[in-house]
């Protein structure tokens, strides 16, 4: 029997910086070095900058990577995005219509709809579906009060959302309070695995890097050299900036350290909630607070290692609807983590089952100020301390290499794929 191909749908891929895109990578490169057939159907531009144009056709380790023209506009407004996604929705299903041998269809949310696309391919074309469920809406939108429960919008979506997990032969949820919204909906026990991303340790961790040698040798990393941050207290924010993820009441802590130059702030990352600390910091002249964009991938384990504290957050009304994964990132360069948002949630069961890190309540600035000064205020031999043991739950039990190979083998398990390595002569 031919081997069928796996299709993998995402608006994002490697080498944009987003990290759905980048952990549907990971699967592509993992399951193609299994022997499966891959291609991915992605955009040909940036999704934080448009600007940014990538090659129509490449292969990746093996992975047929098919880029889609004028299906990303930037974030600059609703519209924009809507347009970005609806065209390249149209285009994939188009193009998977007319596709030869599909075996599997994997998808993410990214488009957020592109779901209910390929749902309707695995019907038509009778192949199975996995959806990796990054985010749930409409419940993102409800939480944020963009859209009323009542709204026919909502309706609709949540009509979709049960169609996608219907139709899916795997559901695969982030934590499990995400399983529990899921589960909510849909009886899902029997095709739902619950896994959290992997940091993506080869962008981290590089050739050289090793997380133990810090604090000792921090003020050696080039990043710290190049950002004028020898000497100083780095508390960092790297990442996507939502309004998912508020930082409201860090900015509001950090006005108590404005005259503080051995303390730097740092905001390393995009999205549409990087205005509102742009705009803060303009409007109070801090001086001890660093803004940058994405940093590109290759230089990634650079800008990670050069924080001393990570910051993570999630917003209070969005346990199990979005599942930051930028804490195990921190996590696997060795550094502890200020988390901003309620308990319980995934990143509160991380760093109080393992003591690597801190929680500030959103709106509890006073708190946040006390919190900051006590982790300055802490050996760095101590924070060293934190941040290894961060790291080794990471090589224990959340490596790359362990959750990344469970993903695989349930997607052969539940796609009933036939890979090179395991197809056996007729």
Not at 108 to 129: C, D
Not at 140 to 157: R, T, Y
Request: hydrophobic content about 40%.
């Amino acid at each position: 029997m031919p081997r069928r191909t796996l299709v993998i749908i995402s608006q994002v891929f490697i080498p944009d910086p987003a990290a759905v895109g980048q952990y549907m990578a990971s699967v592509a490169i993992a399951m193609s070095r299994r022997g499966h057939r891959v291609k991915v159907y992605t955009s040909d531009r940036g999704y934080d900058n448009p600007a940014t144009q990538y090659p129509r056709l490449e292969f990746i380790e093996g992975a047929e990577i098919r880029r889609l023209g004028l299906t990303s506009f930037g974030k600059r407004s609703i519209p924009m995005r809507i347009a970005g996604s609806a065209s390249f929705m149209l285009q994939v299903l188009f193009h998977l219509l007319a596709e030869r041998k599909p075996g599997a269809i994997f998808f993410s949310t990214s488009p957020p709809l592109v779901g209910f696309v390929a749902s309707i391919i695995g019907w038509i074309r009778r192949v199975p579906v996995a959806y990796w469920a990054m985010d749930l809406n409409p419940d993102q939108l409800i939480a944020l009060g963009k859209l009323k429960p009542s709204h026919p919008a909502a309706w609709i979506l949540e009509r979709v959302n049960r169609f996608i997990l219907k139709r899916a032969a795997l559901v695969v949820a982030l934590d499990r309070f995400m399983a529990q919204r899921l589960e909510n909906r849909l009886p899902l026990s029997a095709k739902m695995l619950v896994l959290p991303p992997w940091p993506l340790e080869d962008q981290i961790h590089g050739n050289s890097a090793d997380h133990r040698s810090w604090p000792a040798r921090r003020d050696e990393n080039p990043f710290r050299q190049q950002h004028g941050l020898i000497g100083r207290f780095v508390i960092m924010y790297s990442g996507n900036h939502s309004p998912s993820n508020p930082l409201e009441t860090l900015l509001q802590a950090m006005l108590a350290t404005r005259d503080d130059p051995t303390v730097c702030f740092a905001f390393i990352g995009g999205g549409v909630a990087k205005k509102q600390v742009e705009a803060h910091v303009r409007q109070h002249g801090l001086t001890n607070v660093l803004l940058l964009p994405y940093q590109p991938i290759e230089t990634l384990r650079y800008s990670l290692a050069a924080a001393d504290v990570h910051v993570a957050s999630l917003g209070g009304e969005m346990v199990g609807i979005i599942h930051p994964c930028k804490v195990y990132g921190a996590m696997a360069a060795g550094r502890p983590i200020l988390y901003l948002g309620p308990s319980p949630s995934h990143i509160d069961d991380l760093i109080h089952r393992h003591h690597i890190g801190w929680q500030i309540s959103h709106g509890d600035v006073a708190g946040a100020v006390r919190t900051i000064e006590q982790i300055r205020q802490t050996p760095m031999e101590q924070l060293g301390e934190m941040g290894e043991r961060a790291a080794s739950i990471v090589d224990g039990h959340l490596s790359q290499r362990r959750l990344c190979g469970a993903m695989c083998d349930r997607l052969e398990q539940s796609l009933r794929l036939r890979s090179a390595r395991n197809a056996s002569p007729r």
